[in-house]
């Protein structure tokens, strides 16, 4: 009988340092493969495999699309890239963003609870926003093991936080007490026991994958008055259990928290383009003024006109102050 072989682990803020922590305590003979998605910026080259392979027993690699999957094993999502799972083989692929991050954590969850059901251990380490919540619930909903690190342990606290939220979560420990489990999981067998599995999961894998369209939305969810903050398409709700989600017809995807993050990233990207546009209007004006020297009423108009652009920025400009007084006191 198959035993839970598949771990997967998301992490972000604080994951570097978490998951060297978790590697180090893994055994060389581990009767699993480990996936990794940490959050990190696209365009950077990724150190992940490199540190991990020296903290640990295990070899640790960042996948081509089609690697085959091997016991004993650690594979590490590429920048700019989904790490997803299909039997036998693991994917990589360059679908839209989820929860602001590519890689996210979310669409491996949901392709390794796909496609080994009960197999799966899923794991949500330290870092912000709730990316891994939605994911495990969808391992949760197909048989599989969930775990979070205990949040006071957690170096960003946030995200174990938003997951035990879904009440979705299995065990909540400490990273000496996941390594534990997850060794104890890897030797055990798996239930095999039939569950219903949601054709939505399925499709949203799809959606990672840019396999479906709007029309395909309308099997799992109902169209909000809400635009997607990333591409201005219109956003899908629709629930597990009691977490709500948004995905637009493009396949971004967010759960609550990283759309309110993402909507405040657009409003103040925004803020900042009306404050360009306005100090520019403002310089216009001024220049105009200077050109009619000679046509006081004229110019006089122009530079009135221009103090009251200049009203319009500060007031821009004081709004976006106080948004970053706020950030920093959160």
């Not at 060389?28 to 027993?57: T, Y």
């Not at 030797?187 to 369209?213: Q, Y």
Request: with cysteine; charged share 25%.
């Amino acid at each position: 009988m198959a035993t839970h072989d598949i771990i997967c682990v998301g992490a972000s803020a604080g994951g570097v340092e978490t998951l060297q922590g978790l590697v180090k305590l893994l055994p060389a003979e581990l009767p699993a493969a480990l996936f990794i998605v940490l959050h990190i910026p696209q365009d950077s080259p990724s150190q992940l495999p490199a540190l991990l392979q020296r903290a640990g027993k295990l070899a640790a690699l960042a996948p081509a699309d089609n690697t085959p999957i091997e016991n004993g094993r650690i594979y590490v999502a590429p920048p700019n890239h989904h790490l997803l799972i299909e039997p036998g083989r693991v994917r990589i692929i360059n679908g839209p963003k989820e929860n602001r991050h590519r890689p996210a954590i979310d669409p491996l969850f949901r392709s390794a609870a796909w496609a080994y059901r009960s197999r799966v251990v899923a794991v949500v380490l330290s870092g912000n926003l709730d990316d891994g919540a939605a994911g495990l619930s969808a391992v949760k909903t197909c048989g599989g093991t969930t775990i979070v690190q205990e949040p006071d342990e957690a170096l960003f606290p946030e995200m174990p936080i938003n997951a035990l939220k879904t009440g979705a979560v299995d065990h909540r420990l400490t990273i000496k007490e996941i390594s534990e489990l997850l060794i104890d999981l890897a030797n055990r067998p798996a239930s095999d026991a039939h569950r219903h599995v949601p054709k939505r999961i399925e499709t949203e894998i799809e959606f990672s994958k840019m396999n479906k369209d709007a029309e395909d939305m309308a099997e799992f969810g109902s169209p909000t008055a809400f635009a997607c903050p990333s591409c201005n398409g219109a956003l899908w709700e629709f629930h597990d259990g009691d977490l709500s989600r948004y995905r637009c017809h493009t396949g971004h995807a967010f759960s609550p928290e990283s759309l309110l993050a993402e909507q405040s990233y657009a409003i103040e990207e925004a803020l900042y383009s009306a404050l360009r546009a306005l100090e520019e209007k403002a310089t216009a004006l001024r220049r105009l003024a200077a050109q009619y020297a000679r046509l006081p009423k004229l110019q006089s108009d122009y530079e009135l006109r221009a103090n009251e652009t200049d009203k319009s920025a500060d007031s821009i400009r004081s709004l976006l102050n106080d948004r970053k007084e706020s950030s920093a006191s959160d």
